[in-house]
């Protein structure tokens, strides 16, 4: 479909903000992604920040049921989801309430004013209308009939009412395209792909896509429409990428990089069970995935795998990682590569399964029985977890050790465009097993690496046992000799401390030394990033480290801390990292915390910069 | 794995210089010696045996065995063998554990492997107490058992794990008992010629902290007044004299039967040890708890029909592969709508 050629206005602008708010049944997650997919695929940068609710289906119309997906997409450089909205798509009253906050003043709130009869206000405890009080004054407000419209387009098709109205979402998506100047295109290949199938629904979708862009077209209900040139990004082919998806195909690539199979011994957590769904698809690459009867089970069966010679990794979330702390204990005693992947949510226990937090850190680090150091990593962004994932396998396999991947739910569903590497680009991961009997043992180290041999089952002459047992040094033997059983813990603290030796040096962005530096890890690089830039184009002194490597830290990270004269450490936890860096480096970082299951908004930063610059 | 032919392998082979720390008199010593005496018989290249065990003094059985092995941690045997043996089906793994590794702290690992039929065999040795804590009552203690941690009775009802893993549907479900050698053997290998999850309960006494756990069938004349030995094909006779045997009621329940007065072998359910469903081996498993009835020992399921697990898992990635190809890597990595920047 061509882009309009209407009276309306059409205004070229950098960057919007757009969130698409309704129930959670009312597949707001799908319309969100669909319209990321087509601005990313036209060439703007992106951020996304799908925010949905635990329950499945919270009881329709109510404000725990409320699920949103909010979208920055620009003609510029795109860090966060963006801290307020420009437009706001409203499927209901609830809809409404929990998202008008963050409407910009003067900004499009786009409402489905089918939904705004008595008893839906009841359902989301509204006592008054808010399209006919004046709570939206300060909006431009676009009541739109979504339920009839849709009705009236798909009518002819002969569904029920309850399948029509299902489709609405995609009459609110056809009228954001057209409200953005964009193809419908993309989304009718993917309603194609998608209900192959379901030929009926299939044509209802796209009859309903195409009547939202037709309304707007038709009835100039906008009056104006908005462009946002594509952004300036590396030359390169690109594709939209999640974190978990990002995992699961960085897994894959490592495997074929190591030459070994890929083993996933996982059991269904929010918010990383996407990696062991996307993982159980790619078998053709001789995937094996084994959704286990327990969390411990997931991670003893990886064990078993790593053991046999296998990469072997385990998905899991802050509850789970609990149920296998003593399995991680025994992958670091029995010295076998393996990779566990945290995706964290808010907790303690159950908390918030579909909320983002990053408190997960000083379980990671520490969250085992007696001096059992593993390394640490963390990716920053959602394509940087496909680096992560090989740089954490190739750690594993290179120090015989586990290894502990610190992703969290924010880059778990959110989207950046990825810029696709090669695979002949991507350096090969060299393994080696043991094959040679003469001089064997099974504790004997490489003196660089300190790795012990990998010598797996069926390999003649090196039959061996291993156990959760102290061992002999070399030999492998149960040892309980003291002076050995110190010798042992200090050789595996050793061999992870040893990795520092192999990762970059920490490099501050921004100001190489100055008034202040921001020490961030995780999912909050981006909002990070976005704080100091504002705040370094306003004249302030200020850099930025961000840590991908927890454990060990980069070698010189006590050095640059002291190049600056104040360091803040922005977290989404109580203050674990800040805790770490304390401890180690005896500077006097200070905290900014958050712990609401959300990201830091720009301004939160931005403000707490100003407050210790005294500005 | 190496196909070359395989060199002959005798006891020795399987023996290790490591020094056999269980307690002197221990059941677990002549169940070592059954097992190092029948790996050599199964046609098995050494380096493919793998011995895979969790917690507790029978859990310390890798260490003995010249193969590889694999103490692992408490209860998770046979998870870490069931990811072994997904990722290498060829290798022969045998799993090592008690009554607390198995059917306590363990209990859902065993319960989960035998479901799936991972082709692990698993041997249970069943003491009825915890000997590695030194004492406390296990899942499988008597009911109102004075131990240490229940000085006035213990108020738990045990497992029986024959039943528990027939209930299970484990596709091969054994009994042996430590000092009856010959037996001992010939359930191992029956359990070795068995493709899917072999899982073999044995009887073990533990001298220190419950001796004579099994007198009540191994003290003299019990052996074949208390037990009865099932052989597949053969009518259920147990008996010094083979004078009592075992009768299918009319209500479908069992009884058991003087021989003579009109009551012949011909009368007595015959022993159908390859019956697809589990309900007869079930009725088998649980008549040691009635009174009159014998305690089981043999094979009481040997159904080999269903695939193994680890077969039907790789089976899927091959037949995957075979219809989308083997996999491309930059095809994955370009997966999905991609867009040029210049």
Known sequence: MDIPSGKAKREVIDQAVIRFAGDSGDGMQITGSQFTNTVAIYGNDIATFPDFPAEIRAPAGTVPGVSGFQLNFSSGEVYTPGDSVDVLVAMNPAALKVNLADLKANGILIVNSDSFEEVDLRKAHVTSNPLEDNTLDKFRVFPVELQRLTRAALQHLGLDAKSMDRCKNFFALGMCYWLYNRSIDPTIRWIDDKFSKKPLLSEANKLALKAGYSYCEATEAFQISYEIPPAQLTPGTYRNLSGNQALAIGFVTAAQKAGLKLYLGSYPITPASDILHELSKYKNFGVLTFQAEDEIAAITSSIGAAYSGALAITTTSGPGMALKTEAIGLAAMTELPIVICDIQRGGPSTGLPTKTEQADLLQAMFGRNSEAPVPVLAPSTPGDCFWIALEASRIALKYMVPVIVLSDGYLANGAEPWRIPTAEEIPPIPVKFETNPEGFFPYKRDPQTLARPWAIPGTPGLEHRIGGIEKQEITGNVNYEPLNHEKMVRIRAAKVDAIRQDIPNAMPTGDPEGDLLLVSWGSTFGSVTQAVKEQREKGRKIGHLHLRHLNPLPSNVGEVLKRYKKVLVPELNMGQLLWMLRAKFLVDAVGLNKIQGRPFKQSELEQKIEEMLGV | ?342
């Open chain 2, 1 to 342: 794995m190496t196909t070359a032919a395989l060199p002959p392998l005798t006891r020795k082979d399987f023996q290790t210089d490591q020094e056999v720390r269980w307690c002197p008199g221990c059941g677990d010593y002549a169940i070592l010696a059954a097992v190092q005496t029948v790996f050599p018989e199964l046609g098995v290249r050494r380096e493919n045996f793998v011995v895979i065990s969790g917690i507790g003094c029978a859990s310390r059985f890798p260490y003995y065995m010249n193969t590889f092995g694999f103490h692992t941690i408490h209860g998770r045997a046979p998870a870490v063998a069931t990811g072994l043996k997904i990722a290498h089906p060829e290798l022969e793994v045998w799993l090592v554990t008690g009554d607390g590794d198995a059917l306590a702290i363990g209990g859902n690992h065993t319960i989960h492997m035998l479901r799936r039929n991972v082709g692990i065999k698993f041997l249970l040795f069943n003491n009825r107490i915890y000997g590695l804590t030194k004492g406390q009552y296990s899942p499988t203690s008597e009911f109102q058992k004075v131990t240490k941690s229940t000085p006035y009775g213990s108020p738990d009802r045990p497992f029986n794990p024959i039943s528990l893993a027939i209930g299970a549907e484990a596709t091969f479900v054994a009994r042996s008992v430590d000092i009856f050698q010959a037996h001992l053997k010939d359930t191992l290998r029956a359990a070795a010629a068995h493709k899917g999850s072999a899982f073999v309960e044995i009887l073990q006494n533990c001298n220190i902290f419950n001796d004579g756990a099994w007198t009540g069938i191994t003290e003299k004349d019990a052996r074949s007044e208390r037990v009865i030995q099932l052989e597949h094909g053969k009518p259920l006779v147990f008996g010094k004299t083979h004078d009592k045997g075992i009768r299918r009621k009319p209500d479908g329940d069992i009884e058991v039967v003087p021989l003579g007065n009109g009551i012949s072998e011909s009368d007595l359910i015959v022993h159908d040890a390859h019956h697809p469903r589990p309900s007869y081996a079930f009725l088998l498993s649980h008549m040691e708890d009635r009174p009159g009835f014998p305690t089981p020992i043999g094979v009481l399921r040997a159904w080999d029909d269903l695939p193994r697990y680890e077969d039907v898992v790789n089976d899927q990635v091959a037949a995957i592969t075979q219809q989308k190809g083997p996999g491309n890597l930059n095809k994955l990595l370009r997966g999905g709508d991609v867009w040029e920047v210049k």
